[in-house]
Each structure stands twice: as structure tokens, then as C-alpha cells.
Nanobody, 127 residues
Framework: QVQLVESGGGLVQAGGSLRLSCAAS????????MGWFRQAPGKEREFVAA????????NYADSVKGRFTISRDNAKNTVYLQMNSLKPEDTAVYYC????????????????????WGQGTQVTVSS
């Protein structure tokens, strides 16, 4: 079965950093573009970052650009989200997601495009 397991969340002060990890199993990892999304209580799930199968192309939501970095290690079946200069408005549950992309170009930013999802990891940023 397909599993995506996030880790690395926690409570940090504004201005701090966290690195989230998402370990995938049950898929041919290199065939999947990967993304990070987040959801705050009472809010819609929103796109944060995504990258292509090889990691050669990355894209970010405007709200995190310049502060967050998405990367992947295909040998470890893992995608990362390095989060720096965290703000209270970054507080949310962060989810990783996988989109089958073999033979396809470009990235997708809508949650509905991603077939597989992790359970999420809580990130709380205090002021």
C-alpha cells in the first residue's frame, strides 16, 4: 500500500526554522512529482510548494517564497520542506502529497491533482 509519512513538525518561535520530511513507500518515488500543502483550522487546504520528479523545477506559493525550500532525495524516497523565518501565519498542519508524473511536464498546484497524501504534521509558530 502507498504510505506517505510526514515528520519534523513542532512548536517554534517566530523567526525560527523547521525541516519537514516526508518518507514515501509503495510507489515508484521517482515517477512522482511531490508537493507540500498546509491547512489551518477552519481554512481550505492551500498549496505551499512542489517539485518535479528529478527536483529540477520547484515552485512556491507567494506567501512562502524566499523562506521555504522544497527538495527531494530519490534514493531515500523522501521529500523535504526547509522552513526558515517562520511566521505565526505559517501555523498549520502540513501535508505532503504525491502526483504521478511519469512522461509529463510541469507542476500542478491544486490539491485535487495529487493522488496520495500523508496524515500531516503540525507546525505551530508562536509570536
Amino acid at each position: 500500500q502507498v504510505q506517505l509519512v510526514e515528520s519534523g513538525g513542532g512548536l517554534v518561535q517566530a523567526g525560527g526554522s523547521l525541516r519537514l520530511s516526508c518518507a514515501a513507500s509503495g510507489i515508484t518515488f521517482s515517477s512522482y512529482a511531490m508537493g507540500w500543502f498546509r491547512q489551518a483550522p477552519g481554512k481550505e487546504r492551500e498549496f505551499v510548494a512542489a517539485l518535479t520528479r528529478s527536483g529540477g523545477t520547484r515552485n512556491y506559493a507567494d506567501s512562502v517564497k524566499g523562506r521555504f525550500t522544497i527538495s527531494r532525495d530519490n534514493a531515500k524516497n523522501t521529500v523535504y520542506l526547509q522552513m526558515n523565518s517562520l511566521k505565526p501565519e505559517d501555523t498549520a498542519v502540513y501535508y505532503c502529497a504525491a502526483r504521478y508524473a511519469a512522461g509529463l511536464n510541469g507542476l500542478k498546484y491544486a490539491a485535487r491533482e495529487y493522488a496520495y497524501w500523508g496524515q500531516g504534521t503540525q507546525v505551530t509558530v508562536s509570536s
